[in-house]
């Protein structure tokens, strides 16, 4: 029986010697899975909170297109009750109105110019000369010298070799420099 008990008590020990390793294997496939699923979690976080900034960004540019669009409206508003009209070109950051007065040598027109921003260099005016039938007969510029909302400007724009007869003007082009 001692041979028997012997064997047994190996046969246990050798069982215990193989469990014992299965465990460790498990620990060691258990920590690795832990800390593989860590580094997805991070992962995975960071992914989302970039696109969290991202979508908060969109919504700030958003946000500034629309206060945008409503200080435009504004001031569209604003500059057309003062009887100014909107550039064609300035997309309603530049307004200008007619003024009667006399010109010097030349056939010109006079305008009040009136800004929705600030202009540090001047505006650029330009104008047509046209006939009643539409046809342009002479063109006239002028650069206004720095503007901004509390300060407007008048200018003159001289249209040279303009022959007589009944013209009219048409502004082409105002926009901050």
């Known amino acids: 029986m001692t041979a028997l008990s012997l064997l047994l008590a190996a046969v246990g020990g050798g069982f215990a010697v193989f469990e014992r390793g299965q465990v460790a294997i498990a620990a060691s496939a258990h920590a690795s899975a832990i800390k593989k699923k860590k580094s997805h979690d991070e992962k995975v976080a960071k992914r ?52 009667e007065a006399s010109c010097s040598l030349m056939s010109c027109a006079w305008l009040d110019i009136a800004v929705a921003q600030d202009c540090p260099n001047g505006v650029y005016v330009a104008a047509n000369l046209e006939t009643s039938s539409g046809v342009v007969v002479s063109y006239g510029n002028k650069i206004t010298g720095a503007l901004d909302p509390s300060h407007g400007a008048a200018i003159e724009i001289d249209f040279p070799n303009a022959p007589g007869g009944d013209l009219t003007y048409e502004i082409t082009d105002a926009h901050c420099m």
């Open 48 to 99: 989302e909170a970039a696109e969290a900034a991202e979508r908060e960004a969109a919504q700030a540019v958003e946000d500034a297109a629309a206060e945008l669009a409503r200080q435009k409206a504004q001031a569209d508003e604003s500059a057309e009750e003062a009887g100014f009209t909107p550039s064609p070109t300035a997309d309603g950051l530049v307004f200008y109105k007619p003024v």
